[in-house]
């Protein structure tokens, strides 16, 4: 139990374009997610709240405009990555929030803009 | 305080050997202190986690010991196989934060044959 998927897996895109990843809860439902960016050999770094129902709350240093976040579903949220430039390119996790605290991961998506 | 700082930054471990990691974090606030592996190219998975209550949690060859006093924490890894080289990752979260987690920097360990 407790699986979640993200859509795609890996993506490459020309520069000035947008790409939407998707994450998805299979087998429960999830009203928050988190967004995550993480770059070779670093920690996780925590990009915004996804709240199903509600506007998305973002980190500090995160541009809202450009990191588009909804949350429609209690098992979809989705991240737009707008106008995208090679400094996005980066490999970005989501989570869903299962219970009181625990976060289960997606496998990622690896975004290569070019 | 929202950091949590992990060592070492690197392990090499023999097989049948006992890995060892250490996170130690400033805000008591944290109440849910999990570890997560992650192997190159995938997301963090859930190996195992703690709540300030206890002091010691054990899932398989995997234990965590909590000192609450100290504000620190580590993995146990008994029995450490080459399969479980990978990176792991220490976190913090409160539930008054929404459950955000604080990720520790990492720890690549690497088990030799």
């Known amino acids: 139990g407790a699986v979640v998927s993200q859509h795609p897996s890996w993506v490459i895109c020309k520069s000035g374009t947008s790409v939407k990843i998707e994450c998805r809860s299979l087998?429960?439902?999830?009203?928050?997610m988190f967004w995550y960016r993480q770059f070779p050999k670093q920690s996780l770094m925590l990009m915004a709240t996804?709240?199903?129902?509600?506007?998305?709350?973002?980190e500090q240093g995160v541009e809202k405009d450009k990191f588009l976040i909804n949350h429609a579903s209690l098992t979809l949220s989705t991240l737009t990555v707008t106008s995208a430039h090679p400094e996005d390119s980066s490999f970005y996790i989501c989570?869903?929030?299962?219970?009181?605290?625990?976060?289960?991961f997606g496998p990622g998506t690896r975004l290569l803009v070019l | 305080q929202q950091q949590v700082k992990q060592s070492p930054q690197s392990l090499i471990v023999q097989k049948g050997g006992i890995s060892i990691i250490n996170c130690a974090y400033e805000?008591?606030?944290?109440?849910?202190f999990p570890w997560y592996q992650q192997f190159p190219g995938k997301g963090p998975a859930l190996l195992i986690a703690?709540?300030?209550?206890?002091s010691e949690k054990k899932e398989g060859r995997f234990t965590i010991s909590f000192n609450k006093s100290a504000k620190q924490f580590s993995l146990h890894i008994m029995d450490s196989q080459p399969g479980d080289s990978a990176t792991y990752f220490c976190?913090?979260?409160?539930?008054?934060?929404?459950?955000?987690?604080?990720f520790g920097e990492g720890t690549q360990l690497t088990v030799n044959p």
């Open positions: 989570s869903a929030l299962l219970g009181l605290g625990t976060q289960y």
């Open positions: 087998d429960f439902q999830a009203t928050t």
């Open positions: 996804s709240n199903e129902g509600s506007k998305a709350t973002y």
């Open positions: 805000n008591t606030a944290f109440d849910y």
């Open positions: 703690i709540r300030p209550d206890v």
């Open positions: 976190a913090a979260s409160m539930e008054t934060s929404g459950s955000r987690l604080t």
